[in-house]
Structures are given as C-alpha cells and as structure tokens.
C-alpha cells in the first residue's frame, strides 16, 4: 500500500483536460511544498514533470501544472494530446517516513 | 548533456548479492545526491534511499535498512546500489535518479533502468 493515495486510472479525450490528484497527509503533501510529479510510458524511466508543488523544468510543456489544497495535491493536463498516454506518480517528502514517498500511479487513457 | 548510465540486466539465485552502478557524466557529482527507485513488474515506483556523493552520507527506506548499501567511488563519478540476500520478491527494475538534495524529490535526470531477475 502506498503512502500517497492515487485514482488508478482516468480518462479523457484529446483537447480536453484532466487533473489527477494524490492524497496524503499534513506529514507530507500537506505538511510541505515538495511534491512532485512523473510522467512514465512503457517500457521508460520516469520524467519529472512538476516539482515544488507547481514548477515545471525546462523543456515541459506548459500544458501541464500542478497544485495543493490541503492535503492533496492535483496535477492538471489541458489540452489533452495522444501523446500524454501514460502513468502518472506523484511523490513527497514525509517527515514521518524516512524522506521520499511516491503514490501508487494513475494510468492515463486518451480517448 | 546530464547522463546517467546503468549496468547492465542481472539474474541472480535467491540470497546471492547483486550490485548495481550508476555512471554520471555531464554535471559536478558531488553537487547532487543520487536516490535509487525501484519498480516491481506492473508495480508503481518504491523509493529505496539516497547516498550524498559528497560526504558519503545515506538514507534508506526502513524497509531496506539493514540489507541495502549505497556507495559512491567519486573517482569515476559512480554511484552503486548492493542488495544482499535478495528473494524473488525484489525482482524489478532499479532505476537511479539525481536531486538537488535529500528529501525533496526533484528527481530531474534518471538513469535507464536495471532489472534484475532472482530466480531458483
């Protein structure tokens, strides 16, 4: 069971958009401004898509934002594309843990 | 261009050590830590630990306190990750990742992957 809680999976058709959220607790999403969050299709390592909550690195498209209510943590796809098919994790820091903690991954489908 | 290169795929019997490096190239090796991440077949992302290059300090995940050891040979800025006594069920892939320190994830360059199969 993983510390962070994600939907399995969600949908959407191209153009539209979609947000994926990741569930923790005041230890860790809620109680500090490191979350991240990876994008993985098969057969690849993992890409940093957001980081610090609602950072994008370089080179992300910016379709692609993050934020924090609480906590939970949302990742937000607009405009979806084919192209975004893929897994999505999200991670924290956690004081109750010994630092890093990912969610369970939700498998994007473009309809 | 930031690289980290893997060794390649090991299969192993149960209880027989494997060691895994992690090659960097491309940016200051002791400026970033190096977190190591595994992922079960069909299985989401489990984070293992991290080694600071510079100090040669660590931090694992209680669950592999104890049978994990992360080194790091600064001479050819390479990171290892060692799993002593493995069972079938780490069977996965081993990926290593860069941050910017300890706890924050940032996980900004991956290596490609190592799976290791144990396997009587």
């Known amino acids: 069971q993983s510390a962070l809680t994600q939907p399995a999976s969600v949908s959407g058709s191209p153009g539209q958009s979609i947000t994926i959220s990741c569930t923790g607790t005041n230890s860790d999403v809620g109680g500090y401004d490191y979350v991240s969050w990876y994008q993985q299709h098969p057969g690849n390592a993992p890409k940093l898509m957001i980081y610090?909550?609602?950072n994008r690195p370089s080179g992300v498209s910016y379709r692609f934002s993050g934020s924090k209510s609480g906590n939970t943590a949302s990742l937000t796809i607009s405009g979806l594309q084919a192209e975004d098919e893929a897994d999505y994790y999200c991670s924290s820091y956690s004081s109750s843990s010994t630092d890093v903690v990912f969610g369970g991954g939700t498998k994007l489908t473009v309809l | 261009q930031v690289q980290l290169v893997q060794s390649g795929a090991e299969v192993k019997k149960p209880g027989a050590s494997v060691k895994v490096s992690c090659k960097t190239s491309g940016y200051t090796f002791t400026g970033f830590y190096i977190h190591w991440v595994r992922q079960a077949p069909g299985q989401g992302l489990q984070w293992m630990g991290w080694?600071?290059?510079?100090?040669?300090?660590?931090n694992h995940a209680q669950k592999f306190q104890g049978w994990v050891t992360m080194t790091r040979d600064t001479s050819i800025r390479t990171a290892y990750m060692e799993l002593s006594r493995p069972g079938s069920d780490d069977t996965a892939v081993y990926y290593c990742?860069?941050?910017?320190?300890?706890?924050?994830?940032?996980?900004?360059?991956w290596g490609q992957g190592t799976l290791v199969t144990v396997s009587s």
């Open positions: 990742a860069r941050s910017p320190s300890g706890g924050v994830g940032n996980f900004d360059y």
């Open positions: 610090d909550v609602n």
């Open positions: 080694i600071n290059p510079n100090s040669g300090g660590t």
